[in-house]
Structures are given as structure tokens and as C-alpha cells.
């Protein structure tokens, strides 16, 4: 049974830096490619990162890029967000997920077949 748990989220001031972790069970997630989601209030669930399998490439939100970071350790079968410059905006509940695609970034949802139950991150001005 594949499963994924989300920690590090919590409340930090504007300006401020946190770091999600995501722990994988139940599959060799190194070959996949795995994503970081998230979720406000009344709204969508929007792309926020993405990893290719074995780290070759990455993707970012153009709402992220330069302030965050993905990284995986695969040793450890764990997922990483760094967020640097966290504004009041970046609140929201943050989802790691996990595709069947290997080679590919892709920041699609319906590409990814299981989730997290997500952390929260709010973000104070």
C-alpha cells in the first residue's frame, strides 16, 4: 500500500522560510516523478513543484520560482519544499504527490496517482 505523510508545515511570518518533507512507503519512489500541490481556501488545488524521477529535471510555478525549492533524497524515500520568502499568498494546505511517469516533470494533477494528507502552511503579514 503506497502512502505519503507530510510534515514541517505550521505558521511563520512574511519573509520567513519553512521546509515540507513528504515520507514515502510502499514504493520505490526514486523512479517516479513526485510533486508538491496546494490548496486555499474556496479554491483549487494548484501545481506548485515537480521532480522527475531520479532528479533529472525540475519545474516550478512561476508563483514559486525563485523562492522554492524541490529536492528529493532517494535514500530515504522522502520529498523535500524548501520555501524561502514565504508571503501572505503562499497560505494554503500543501499536498506531496507521486506519479506512475518516470522521465517527465509534469505539473498536471491527473497525472499523479496518490497523495498526502496534506500540512498546513499559513503565512502571517
Known amino acids: 500500500q503506497v502512502q505519503l505523510v507530510e510534515s514541517g508545515g505550521g505558521l511563520v511570518q512574511a519573509g520567513g522560510s519553512l521546509r515540507l518533507s513528504c515520507a514515502g512507503s510502499g514504493r520505490t519512489f526514486s523512479v517516479y516523478t513526485m510533486g508538491w500541490f496546494r490548496q486555499a481556501p474556496g479554491k483549487e488545488r494548484d501545481f506548485v513543484a515537480t521532480i522527475s524521477g531520479f532528479g533529472g529535471s525540475t519545474y516550478y510555478a512561476d508563483s514559486v520560482k525563485g523562492r522554492f525549492t524541490i529536492s528529493r533524497d532517494n535514500a530515504k524515500n522522502t520529498l523535500y519544499l524548501q520555501m524561502n520568502s514565504l508571503k501572505p499568498e503562499d497560505t494554503a494546505v500543501y499536498y506531496c504527490?507521486?506519479?506512475?511517469?518516470?522521465?517527465?516533470?509534469?505539473?498536471?494533477?491527473?497525472?499523479?496517482?496518490?497523495w498526502g494528507q496534506g500540512t498546513q502552511v499559513t503565512v502571517s503579514s
Open positions: 504527490a507521486t506519479s506512475s511517469m518516470r522521465s517527465i516533470a509534469t505539473p498536471r494533477p491527473n497525472n499523479y496517482d496518490y
